[in-house]
């Protein structure tokens, strides 16, 4: 033992004074501890106001920085991979919220034959499949005033074949009744609260379903900017992201309020787009303009030989919204007609439904 202690005292005395390494080692402790301390500090944690936002500019121009390095770096790495014939690398893409949603049992397929034999058997399926024409009523609740008549006004204009009859003091129900006896394919309910539509009711006819929607965020034609007047042309109709079992029930529902033979020549077109479970509506037309390309030259010769030449036309699509637009977010899912005492309900939105971002059902 005492021969092994005797051999390693010089190897550490030839290293370095013991006295410089203990140094060494406090000077490495302290550097290693200012950094953790200087990287654990948050924005958040500083009570001074300028110090605070000193920091958080740092820190962003920091990210931002740390950002441009990675896109340089990944187009440098395309760059190479196509001038050697490589295959570029995957591009990235980017996490949201609705590339996280939570797993969902009742998400359609393509594949999924009971799905396309409930189609076959529910309620839409005689308007769907062009047996019967649809037919709209359109009325209101009971105090209809403010921006209701000017909405409907317009609804009027989107849906073909679309009716309006005064509510006035009629119970719901026997609405339902005159609408079924006149053959009504569908009936729909705008509600008002406090001189604003808040609501909307679609009654399928005659054995339902009924759904109830909360509507908000109209925005009524005049209120936009280059506003286009829309024509009596059949629209074609786009639903978007109705993927579940319940979003394909509704998407059907809202797609019997159409005609199924869409006249193209008139350049209509209606959206309903599905994003987080809410349907946000739009009313567009196609607009065709033809444009001549112009080429600047700074020669005087090219500008005069290029002025004899015609210049090119070239056919640019763009579209003018007619409006309105409005935003729906589906409250209960109804069997049936409208019964508010004995109706049993497909689907009830909950307040306990909505504890995570990441969960939706349309």
């Not at 021969?3 to 005292?9: D, G």
């Not at 920091?62 to 295959?87: D, H, N, T, V, Y």
């Not at 409907?152 to 009859?165: A, G, R």
């Not at 509506?281 to 080429?295: C, D, G, L, P």
Request: glycine fraction near 6%; hydrophobic fraction near 30%.
């Amino acid at each position: 033992m005492a021969k092994e202690k005797k051999r390693k005292q010089p190897a550490s005395d030839s290293t370095a004074p013991p006295g410089d390494e203990g140094e060494g080692r406090r000077e490495r402790k302290g550097k290693k501890a200012k950094k953790d301390k200087a990287e654990a500090i948050r924005p958040s944690q500083i009570k001074n106001k300028d110090k605070r936002s000193e920091l958080h500019a740092k820190l962003k121009r920091e990210k931002k920085a740390e950002k441009r390095k990675l896109a340089r770096e990944r187009s440098q790495a395309i760059r190479r991979a196509e001038g050697l014939g490589e295959q570029p690398p995957e591009r990235q893409v980017p996490r949201t919220i609705e590339n996280t949603r939570e797993p969902d049992e009742t998400v359609c397929r393509p594949d999924d034959q009971e799905l396309f034999a409930g189609n076959d058997a529910d309620e839409f399926n005689a308007v769907l499949k062009q047996h019967i024409i649809p037919k709209v009523l359109i009325t209101t609740c009971r105090f209809n005033s403010g921006r209701g008549p000017a909405f409907i006004e317009e609804l009027l204009q989107v849906i073909p074949n679309s009716h309006y009859v005064k509510r006035g003091t009629y119970e719901l129900k026997k609405i339902v009744e005159y609408a079924k006896n006149r053959d009504f394919t569908s009936l729909i309910v705008v509600h008002t609260n406090r001189r604003e539509p808040d609501a909307l009711l679609i009654i399928g006819l005659p054995d339902g379903p009924t759904a109830h929607f909360k509507l908000s965020k109209l925005v009524l034609r005049k209120d936009i900017k280059n506003h286009g007047n829309p024509t009596s042309h059949k629209p074609e109709l786009v639903l978007n992201n109705f993927t579940t079992r319940l979003g394909h029930r509704v998407g059907r529902m809202i797609q019997s309020l159409f005609p199924q033979d869409p006249n193209f020549h008139g350049r209509r077109v209606v959206t309903f787009h599905n994003q987080r479970d809410y349907i946000f509506f739009r009313h567009h037309r196609y607009i065709f303009e033809t444009k001549e390309s112009k080429v600047a030259s700074k020669d005087k010769k090219a500008k005069t030989s290029e002025s004899k030449r015609q210049p090119e036309k070239q056919v640019i699509c763009r579209l003018q919204e007619c409006g309105p637009r409005f935003t729906l977010k589906l409250l209960t899912l109804q069997h049936g007609t409208f019964d508010t005492k004995s109706g049993e309900y497909e689907w009830v939105h909950k307040a306990e439904m909505d504890t995570s971002r990441r969960r939706f059902f349309l």
